[in-house]
Every structure is written in C-alpha cells, then in structure tokens.
C-alpha cells in the first residue's frame, strides 16, 4: 500500500526560471526546506542518474537530509528524482518524487506529487510542500 502528497501552485514567473530554481544549487539553498528548517550542505547534480541530497537543520530535528537521485529531467517540463528522509523519522521509506511545470498566461503552474512507499499521515508531508513552494514564490518575487 501507498501514500500520495499533491500540491500545486502558479507562480506569476517564466517557466524557465521557476524550472531552474528546482536544479540550481545556489537558488535551492534559498527556499528548499519547511518554514522552520535552514539548508546546511547541498548537493546537486542535475542529471538523469545524478543525486540529490539536501541537509536540513533545524531545532525539533536536527541534522536530517533528504537524498535521491534524478530519473527524469525534461527541460521546463519535468522533474522525477527518488526521495527519503536520512534517518527516516516517519518510517515512511522511499518514495518518488514528480514535479511538473506548466506555462500558463498568469504565470507557471507547478504540481507536486510525492508516492510514498508506505501508507503514513500525508499531513507533515503536504505542508512541508506547501511551506517549500511558498518559499520559493517569496524567493523569487524578491529577486
């Protein structure tokens, strides 16, 4: 049995800057993470095998990365990259991430969906999303 998370939002930005943000290090580690988390070490290498493994901070857990690696990239359009917590806190186990970017007329339209492995509480997941994709409309309205 599996769980879903889905989100979705439309940024007033380009496509392609929206799309960026998702793969560029430097920008990542301005909005990545839940409200209450900082990026500490990133690391990205934005290629179809390449991983991804991002170390959250923060003062209810510490030291946890989220790790995967890149199955799919299709330039503005897509990303698909596995996903899980390091240590898992939830026993939520591995799960596939799938982020889709859609040009409309008022802007990107991104939607988010996390399978998780197990079935858990989509609760802490949907609104670690909701707070990651807040994070980078504020991220990119200031720039």
Known sequence: MRSMVRCQKVFKHPVN???????????????????????????????????????LISERFGSLWTRGFFKEIT?????????????????AGDSVVTVEFVERTEGTEVTVLQVLEKII???????????LLDKLDEMLTES
């Open 17 to 55: 800057k929206v799309f960026e943000a998702f793969l560029n290090p430097v920008l990542l580690c301005q909005w990545y993470g839940p409200r209450y988390a900082e990026v500490g070490e990133l690391f990205v290498e934005p290629v179809v095998g390449g991983r991804f493994d991002v170390e």
């Open 75 to 91: 330039q503005n359009q897509k990303l698909v990259y596995t996903f899980i917590f390091d240590p898992d806190l939830t026993a």
């Open 121 to 131: 509480d989509p609760t802490g997941r949907t609104q670690g999303w909701i707070d």
